[in-house]
């Protein structure tokens, strides 16, 4: 009678097993209705799944555990005898050899990542083979099997007796099963999108469970709240103003016609400054009304490339949503990138409002592509608990033209598949429509979109074929600024950048310097001379697009920006003169998005020039494809002027020509990824990034007295967090230190191992620490991180 166990039994400290195990089915199921699937086994196996996730926590072993016995982590591991129940349960009652293996793959990963499925045998073996942990596991339930096969059944998990009389022979039934489905079966997408909908249902309702956090209530969106915000917030009439409103009233008086239930994958093609912002919120919005009569509403996921552009569509959906400048509901409007913290009502605990974003429990999310990506290219599991939240949802897309071409055939196969297989839609949106989709393929949502960009005429692109120095260029850009009073330069490297600042400074002479003596900005009606880049803290960067918004929104100061690829897309600035680097046409096309872009000019000017180094080597070479290079340059050079209406023929060429030579769809990278999916090799997709960085070393920048409060409370944070151990209050320990390491990141720039020769905050957190004594040796306050070797560096 060593295992015998006369206290009830527990899934977590105060919360009962059974409660946990029967609250976690419930929510599993319900999860996946809400995702609008209407199989009533798949249903059921979501159900049982969660209801039988923690069956090994039955052990005595578990039990004396949660006591706070020291017990190996062998004899206290739960996942391997819960999988197998959990297999035999779906097996017994269903009947179906992939839900039966996909039910022990979910159980047994539950608290960690998914491993490819054709290892889910070779799992089971090993815990057969480990023959000690397994029998002891199993008599510590059987002692008590009376009173834990009542509770099951109390639950609707029935037979359980059947499952112990005679154990050897059941799993050897369930080795067949598993052999059968993970080496025999063909395997699909379709397997695959189960496989990822019925593991995020299952950890997000038992997390949710764990921390008691309660099923949030869904809230009603109006379909007109964009017009109401538009008659409300615009009045202006410049041409740009009347092209917004032709478009969206335009695309809304047929969006009945142009929206078909039964189409998934759409698009949106438009100029920049065109309003798709808002024209696409509005869609989702009167799609979602559409929808809603079907089942639950479907949330509107909103995604961009870059963190930095998150802020300010968060903003702007707030406004539309209050109509004012108000605190906004996350349970209505979510932001979530990877360095967001979660805003707090007084019910929530820090923990639990992470939770909940990072499950997508809100109406509208504003987030990045990685995000997205990573979620459903899945196998992590963090990320994988918002995936049912995403089953049944609009998605859009802004800016799709930045994925990499070589993930084109990815994401055209990831998202045709995945909207086959779940009732979401997908909305690609961007100024320059990338060769994904065929247009049989996608339902443009813009009729006649090419008429719109005919219409453009807001500035002039200029070629100058012949290579320059950073002195050359210097002298360039400043004869271009004094003719037109304000200027963006974007270059390609941080190198680039810095040497060029540091000689147009040399040159425009007496100015106001942001960082330097930016204190004078509102004294003076000096020149301002400012310098964007990721060398400088994320922290300063926000300040400074702040100063330059409200300097050039006024409309009388000499302005000029260095910066590089930071200010691409998406950032709300507006110059009557930009000079770019050669880049892709597409990048090209981005930046001269940021000249007269509120049509303020009759006409605004863009340079694009080519940028060497001492060597004689072009800047752009070392960023990007030589090749890409070689075919912009040569769009361009049979363009030596070209007016803005001209731009989209020029990027479509572009993409044509890109596509031709990379063969795009003959891409190694997508089809690896594409194989590993089919085959449900989860633990393969851990080679799949979206942005492939160079290494860098994480440099805190400890700026000025802010700066040393927040390292001294992540330091904080960090000690209280490791001190807690296995108390109840560990996973708020956890919420509070991610909180202050968010804060840190504030001050934060990634630098090239190579570039980098300082010691680590504290032991153990991997970021390098330029205290403040060092700062002005190593820190420039206009230009950031000073390198030794200024070596090539995007961003």
Known sequence: MAYSWSKPFFSHPGRLLKDHLKDVGEASANYVKAAKVKDKVFIRAAEIVGKTHDFGKYSTLFQRHLQGEQMSIKSRSHSPLSAIFASWVINRELKDPFLTATAYLCVLRHHGNLINFNDTLDTLNQFLEDSPTQLSQLNSIKENLPRISTELTEIGINGTNEFFENTDEVIRDIRRVLFTATKKSKLSWDHYFKTLLLFSALIDADKKDAAKIKVIDRHILPSNLVDNFRKKAFSKQSPMDVMRSELYEGVMCSLDKLIDNQQSIMTITAPTGSGKTLLSLSIALRLRTKLTDQGDPPRIIYCLPFINIIEQTHDVFSRIITMEESKIDPKVLLK?????????????????????????????????????????????????????????????????????IEYWLLTKELFKNFTKNTSSRVIFMTATQPLIFREDEAKELVPDSSKYFDR?????????????????????????????????????????SIELYEELKGIVGEAVRMGFNDEELNKTNKPVIAYLSTNITPKERTRRIKLLKEALDKGNRNVILVSTQVVEAGIDLDFNVVV????????????????????????????????????????ANQVYSKKHVEISSKILENKIETSEKDFLKMVKEFFQEQYNYEGAYASDESKTIIK?????????????????????????????????????????????????????DIFNKRAVLRSARVKLEEYIVNVRKRDCQLGEIIPETTIRHLKKEYLEEMYDRETGYRRDTLHPSIW
Not at 386 to 401: M, S
Not at 472 to 496: F, M, P, Q, R
Request: aromatic residues 8%.
């Open 456 to 496: 453009l005429d807001r500035n002039h692109l200029h070629y100058i074929s012949n290579e320059m120095t950073i002195k050359e260029a210097a002298n360039l850009i400043h004869e271009k600024w004094t003719k037109g009073h304000t200027l963006l330069v974007v270059v390609n490297t941080i190198k680039s």
């Open 676 to 728: 590993n999916i089919e085959n449900l090799s989860f633990g393969n997709l851990s080679d799949f990034k979206l942005i492939k960085d160079e290494p860098t070393e994480a440099v805190f920048v400890e700026y000025d007295e802010e700066a040393t409060k927040t390292l001294t409370e992540f330091i904080k944070r960090l000690k209280e967090f490791r001190e807690a151990g296995k108390s109840d």
């Open 580 to 619: 770019r680097d050669i880049a892709p046409t597409d990048s090209i096309n981005q930046v001269a998005g940021r000249c007269n872009r509120s049509s303020r000019l009759k006409k605004g000017e863009v340079y694009v020039i080519r940028l060497r180094d001492e060597e004689g080597n072009l800047y």
């Open 336 to 404: 979530h990138h990877h360095l967001s913290i979660p805003v707090l009502d007084e019910e929530k605990s820090l923990h639990n409002a992470l939770e909940l974003q990072e499950s997508w429990d809100s109406e509208i999310v504003v987030t990045t592509f990685v995000q997205l990506m990573h979620t459903l290219v899945g196998y992590r599991n963090s990320f994988l608990k918002k995936f049912h939240n995403l089953a049944n949802a609009i998605i859009i897309l802004d800016e799709v033209q930045t994925i990499p």
